[in-house]
């Protein structure tokens, strides 16, 4: 808690630098605003009206954070399409949005960490996968797979693969690389003391994964979720994009055609909350894990 | 005799799969067969071992991946439409390349590689910043590495909206988005050295600048490699995702959303050869520099 002082000073004058950024920003539309009247308008009037623009270049943290309150709990609370009113979230507050990216990510997460855990047992047991896979795996994420994706979703749809899987596709895609590098180095942690002490005890290939490769391997394998999830967050709202419907994604480039910039702002703040809030959840269950089996979290 | 009786068994099974297949469609069965023969071959390579087959193993299973590929395309009668093979692909390649040229020094040249050395700078120099003041690191650090974590590519909209349409938007988000990863990991370098080298450098009176120069640089290389290694993919991304968002008419991200629309999708897949090909190679390089600056530590050292 020693670093909560420093935090709150630098969390501070970032938002000080917000403030004297929106201002500066958005002064030159009013002065237009005013060329046009033929008014002149001093900097005192200017100020507090870049606080209250409507479509703001950059709008100020207090916009953005009511604009968050008005489409989440205010929408669902008073909102005729909302929980209280219809008994199902809002299609216009954030929630829904978040709850469509939400799910796409934990599927996508799933199956690309199932999928890297599995491969990765592979490479470590079969020297020809080793050899033939490897080398492709740290080759395919220098393809920029995320630039492509909208292309990847579409073509998907025009097969007729549509809704969760498309999107949990990219995720996976994204998420499977860390947690291959990350647990191919884990379960080859154990020194080789460890693994002649299993040959010795006669053990199976099968016994020395479960026993001795699979717990070694827990810090690395928890390291690398971390990554993972992240990833496969930011894979489900590109994919989003070309989507119509509901998502993040969706929200953020509708916001960008029509130039509503605080609901862009108020977009990013959920999909930030998010990513905060999957990365802590990996960290939590990491701490519970490895402090269970005896190691230092 | 165990080893052997397991081998009986797996390929009784795979005798068996194969078996089914065949009943039920001829072409899966190719298909099947020519991935079995590469992996039989690699498969004798990878026991052989040695430097030479270690290099060819992995040529291999890329030439069977793109060879299924196109079998697989022409097998099926896949449409062009929804997924041309690698033959189609290349002849695109080919006879396009003073387009795929533009688009490629559009978005990799103005866009990525600007925006690359611009936030890799910053960053080394704010993580310099950090590393002086213990404050700015408990404050700024948790902050990093929490902007670090984050889906930085959904501020490409509001770059686009700032900067206009053209280069130094995309090389805004590439600023943006290589930052906070390339400063996590130079701050941690910096930190790298151990208290005895600083010591020794102090008994030597040197300033603090020449320990920086001589001591933290240097052992902080490996860990700075790494974020510059993770920051080439990252500029990639960004450059092209960018351009989703507004682009002149030129560009790789505004040709594949284009192409998509008129369905051109061997020109598609050109360009995600092309955006391959430039992100290998942009990666290759620095991790060819790395080499040559850390040839010192284990890692480098051990092959």
């Known amino acids: 808690m020693r670093n909560l002082a420093p935090v709150l000073v630098v969390v501070g004058c970032i938002m000080a630098l917000w403030y004297s950024a929106a201002v500066m920003m958005n002064a030159q539309w009013e002065r237009d605003q005013a060329g046009r009247a033929g008014v002149t308008v001093s900097w005192a009037q200017i100020v507090p009206a870049t606080m209250h623009q409507e479509r703001p270049v950059l709008p100020a943290p207090h916009q953005v954070a009511a604009e968050l309150w008005q489409l989440t709990f205010v929408e669902e609370t008073e909102g005729r399409r909302g929980l209280l009113q219809s008994g199902s979230l809002s299609n216009r507050g954030l929630l829904i949005h978040a709850w469509v990216t939400l799910s796409a990510t934990m599927l996508g997460f799933a199956m690309g960490a199932g999928f890297g855990i599995l491969l990765a047992v592979g490479i470590v047991h079969n020297r020809a996968m080793d050899a033939s896979v490897m080398p492709w795996a740290i080759a395919s994420q220098t393809i920029p797979i995320v630039a492509i994706a909208p292309m990847i979703i579409v073509v998907l749809n025009s097969v007729g693969v549509a809704g969760l899987l498309p999107k949990a596709l990219i995720a996976a895609y994204l998420s499977f690389f860390p947690v291959v590098v990350g647990m191919v180095k884990g379960l080859r942690s154990p020194d080789a003391m460890q693994l002649d002490l299993l040959r010795t005890y006669n053990a199976t290939a099968a016994q020395g994964l479960w026993r001795l490769r699979f717990p070694a391997s827990a810090p690395y394998l928890f390291a690398s979720l971390k990554v993972g999830i992240a990833a496969s967050l930011v894979g489900t709202i590109v994919a989003e994009l070309p989507l119509g419907g509901a998502g993040l994604g969706t929200r953020l480039l509708a916001g960008s055609y029509y130039g509503q910039t605080i609901q862009i702002w108020a977009t990013l703040v959920v999909a930030a909350v998010l990513a905060a809030g999957l990365v802590g959840v990996v960290g939590a269950v990491q701490g519970r894990v490895l402090a269970r089996m005896g190691m230092r979290a | ?303």
Request: aromatic share 12%; net charge positive; glycine share 10%.
């Open chain 2, 1 to 303: 005799m165990m080893a052997a009786v397991r081998g009986q068994g797996i390929l009784a099974v795979l005798v068996l799969i194969v078996g089914v297949v065949l009943l039920a469609d001829w072409r899966v069965t190719v298909l099947l067969a020519v991935w079995l023969g590469a992996w039989l071959i690699n498969h004798g390579l990878s026991q052989m071992g040695g430097a030479w087959a270690m290099r060819v193993v992995p040529v291999i299973f890329g030439m069977c991946l793109l060879v299924l590929w196109q079998m697989a395309v022409t097998l099926f009668a896949v449409s062009a439409v929804i997924l041309p093979g690698p033959l189609a692909i290349a002849a695109r390649f080919g006879s396009s390349l003073d387009v795929l040229w533009g688009d490629f020094v559009q978005t990799f040249v103005k866009g990525a590689l600007s925006g690359y050395f611009i936030g890799c700078g910053a960053a080394i120099l704010a993580a310099v910043a950090v590393d002086r003041s213990v404050f700015l690191q408990r404050g700024l650090l948790p902050v990093a590495s929490f902007l670090a974590a984050l889906p930085v590519v959904g501020i490409a909209p509001i770059l686009v909206m700032w900067f206009g349409f053209d280069w130094q938007s995309k090389s805004a988000v590439v600023v943006v988005m290589v930052f906070f990863p390339m400063l996590v990991n130079a701050v941690e370098g910096l930190r790298a050295s151990e208290q005895m080298q600083r010591d020794l450098m102090a008994t030597y009176s040197a300033s603090y600048w020449q320990g920086l120069f001589k001591l933290r640089l240097p052992a902080a290389m490996p860990f700075m490699f790494n974020g510059l290694k993770i920051a080439t993919t990252l500029a990639m991304i960004g450059a092209i995702v960018a351009e989703f968002f507004g682009s002149p008419t030129q560009g790789m991200g505004f040709r594949i959303s284009t192409e998509v629309g008129r369905l051109g999708l061997d020109m598609v897949w050109s360009q995600i050869a092309v955006a391959a090909m430039a992100g290998s190679a942009f990666y290759a390089v620095v991790a060819g520099i790395e080499k040559r600056v850390t040839f010192w530590h284990p890692s480098q050292r051990g092959r």
